[in-house]
């Protein structure tokens, strides 16, 4: 039986797996949802095509992130 899909997430490979795996699926740890706020913050403007195949440059980015201003004093 063939996957029914929203049709904007047929371009690629990685889309679908987007879809299929993870869109709509409840999240409650606060990493993850940060690392998802992220790319919603990061998408304005852009297609989410582009974020999506950009995930792993925004995660290693981010990686390091805890929530405390880490700069100079």
């Known amino acids: ?14 889309e679908r797996a987007y879809h299929d795996k993870e869109w709509g699926t409840p999240c409650r740890n606060d990493r993850k949802l940060f690392e998802y706020l992220m790319y919603v913050v990061l998408q ?10 950009k995930r792993a440059a925004i ?13 100079r004093r």
């Open 1 to 14: 039986m063939k996957k029914i899909r929203c049709p904007y997430f047929e371009l690629n490979d990685m």
């Open 44 to 53: 304005c403007g852009l297609s989410w095509d582009t974020i999506i195949q």
């Open 59 to 71: 995660r290693t980015a981010f990686e390091r992130f805890d929530g405390r201003f880490q700069g």
